[in-house]
């Protein structure tokens, strides 16, 4: 979008485009009254950075994914209007507060795992590709290595990060006690200490944290990735 708005056009001025990144641009390209009925029997959800192009590529029937730019947005924009849906990473949110967020606020969704990029990599979702010269096992225990090598790192960010979260901040919610919150750290770290692939990987930064050189060979892009059954089944189930 370029927005013309408010300039003197008597003087000399060079405009670029603005990122989607705002639900309101949408009432830009559609008169506001019209835009319920365009979309009506869809669920538009609001999602993080520029996911929404890879989610879209999923098909879900119905669905429209908007990206805004992080999960301070997703949240606000869900707690304003509720017609909308959220979609969030989960960060170092535990199952506790996800199971108290939704109840509060039943039209938000938070991935199972730590970000987008945990489930474009994860094992089960590249051994569906199944790209020539994967081992499954060995990547695996990659994976493990990895984040027993760098868990203390992980471990002092921990605090820091959720002292960011809008929704842990939020007084409905009632998340902040601080014998509770201290309680919800040591599970994040319980999980994060084990070997066990579905505890610790809900809180493993695939994105940032893993060195992917050993993927490099297999040639696997994100439009690849985020196509499988396995992806799509996982996505579609969180949305229910």
Not at 129 to 151: C, H, S, T, V
Request: aromatic share 12%.
């Amino acid at each position: 979008m370029i927005d013309f708005d408010n300039y003197d056009f008597d003087d000399e001025r060079t405009l670029f485009p603005s990122p989607k990144n705002e639900i309101a641009l949408y009432e830009v390209a559609i008169p506001e009254k019209m835009l319920g009925q365009i979309l009506s029997g869809k669920k538009i959800i609001i999602c993080e950075n520029q996911n929404d192009d890879k989610y879209n590529l999923l098909g879900l029937k119905n669905h429209i994914f908007v990206g805004v730019s992080n999960n301070y947005a997703v949240f606000n924009t869900i707690k304003k209007d509720p017609t909308f849906y959220g979609l969030r990473d989960r960060d170092f949110l535990t199952d506790d507060e996800i199971k108290k967020i939704k109840e509060i606020y039943p039209n938000y969704f938070i991935l199972k795992y730590l970000n987008f990029e945990n489930y474009l990599y994860h094992p089960d979702n590249i051994a569906q590709l199944n790209p020539k010269g994967f081992d499954k096992e060995a990547y695996l225990n990659e994976i493990i290595k990895q984040k027993n090598q760098r868990l203390l790192h992980i471990v002092k960010g921990i605090e820091s990060a959720r002292k960011t979260y809008e929704e842990i901040k939020d007084s409905r919610l009632q998340i902040q006690d601080k014998e509770e919150r201290e309680i919800n750290e040591n599970t994040i770290l319980a999980d994060l200490e084990t070997n066990e692939l579905e505890r610790f990987y809900k809180f493993y930064d695939m994105k940032k944290q893993f060195d992917k050189r050993m993927l490099e060979k297999l040639q696997l892009s994100k439009e690849k990735l985020v196509q499988t059954a396995w992806f799509k089944t996982q996505i579609s189930a969180l949305l229910q």
